[in-house]
C-alpha cells in the first residue's frame, strides 16, 4: 500500500488497470506527463518528487 491505498484503489481513482500502476511504482515503466500528474495527485504528492521517487526506484531495479 502507498499513502494508505492499495494499487488497485490507485488504478481505480485513476481510470487505469492496476498493473500498469505496478508498473509505474515499481520503476519498471515511467508514466507519461498526464498520468504523472494524476499519479502525483492521488498520491498527495508534488510531480517532480514522483518523478524523483520513480526514478530511483528504477535505478535500484537495474542495479540489483
Known amino acids: 500500500m502507498i499513502r494508505g491505498l492499495t494499487q488497485q484503489q490507485i488504478a481505480d481513482r485513476m481510470g487505469q488497470k492496476q498493473p500498469n500502476v505496478a508498473a509505474w511504482?515499481?520503476?519498471r515503466r515511467i508514466p507519461h506527463q498526464g498520468n504523472l500528474?494524476?499519479?502525483a495527485e492521488v498520491m498527495g504528492m508534488d510531480a517532480d518528487q514522483l518523478l524523483a521517487l520513480l526514478?530511483?526506484?528504477r535505478a535500484k531495479r537495474t542495479q540489483g
Do not use: D, F, V
Request: zero cysteines; hydrophobic letters at 20%; aromatic letters at 12%.
Open 37 to 39: 500528474e494524476r499519479l
Open 25 to 27: 511504482l515499481s520503476g
Open 55 to 57: 526514478y530511483r526506484r
